[in-house]
């Protein structure tokens, strides 16, 4: 069936270090959407990418897919500590009959 | 953006009984909803999709018959955790997306935390 891996699982960085996680799929995706979810809280959506070899950026965040459309990553530049959460990649898996969610990678930012 | 609701945000009950989670798109029409369950620091696991005027559709190794859904418009699903018993203790979210394509971008429920004793 298919998989969807992220990598690292978790993640402690230094406030102002930078940050990325990886999100692989074992099938290719028509889209791949990103999620932020603070600890307690529910899932934000961040950004979709759809085309092959995007890249988007939010301020401090890049987002990219890859030519492939099987993986994607999520890079933060000189993290803050906002930016404690977890991240989600999401996409519509086992050809688009469900959305389903990435295991996320937690980050922890030490002020 | 929009704005998905769910009640209630906490519930504690005893084993046995029956519990139902309200989850409404406040400020748009919702023909599909996801129902997810997640355990601490675990990801999210799709439940059930939730289709307007017709039967939801379960996720490989849910029981349909103790998680009942039920979306009766196009604002309002609701999932009721039937005859529930403490491994049903988790965080229910529900989403749901705008516009037509299931896949759009989803709007989350703030969630209900499942607590059975």
């Known amino acids: 069936g298919q998989q969807v891996m992220q990598i690292p699982q978790y993640q402690h960085v230094q406030e102002g270090e930078d940050f990325t996680t990886y999100c692989n799929s074992s099938?290719?995706?028509?889209?791949i959407q990103w999620y932020k979810q603070r600890p307690g809280g529910h899932p934000v959506f961040l950004i979709q990418?759809?085309?092959?070899?995007e890249v988007k950026k939010q301020k401090r965040l890049t987002f990219q897919f890859g030519e492939a459309k099987k993986n994607s990553s999520l890079h933060i530049t000189a993290t803050q500590t906002t930016d404690v959460g977890t991240y989600f990649c999401?996409?519509?898996?086992?050809?688009?009959?469900?959305?389903?969610f990435g295991p996320g990678t937690r980050l922890s930012v030490l002020p | 953006g929009a704005v998905v609701s769910q009640h209630p945000s906490w519930v504690i009950c005893k084993s046995g009984t029956s519990v139902k989670i309200e989850c409404r798109s406040l400020?748009?029409?919702?023909?599909?909803m996801f129902w997810y369950r997640q355990f601490p620091k675990q990801s999210l696991m799709l439940m059930a999709t939730?289709?307007?005027?017709?039967?939801?559709?379960?996720e490989q190794g849910v029981e349909k018959d103790k998680f009942l859904i039920n979306h009766a418009s196009l604002t309002l699903s609701t999932l009721t955790v039937t005859s529930a018993h403490p491994e049903d203790s988790s965080f229910y979210i529900c989403?749901?997306?705008?516009?037509?394509?299931?896949?759009?971008?989803?709007?989350f429920g703030p969630g209900t935390r499942l607590t059975v004793l």
């Open positions: 099938t290719t995706l028509s889209n």
């Open positions: 989403s749901a997306p705008l516009g037509s394509a299931s896949y759009n971008e989803q709007f």
């Open positions: 939730s289709n307007e005027g017709s039967k939801a559709t379960y």
């Open positions: 400020d748009f029409q919702a023909t599909t």
């Open positions: 999401a996409g519509p898996w086992n050809y688009g009959q469900n959305f389903v």
């Open positions: 990418l759809v085309k092959s070899g």
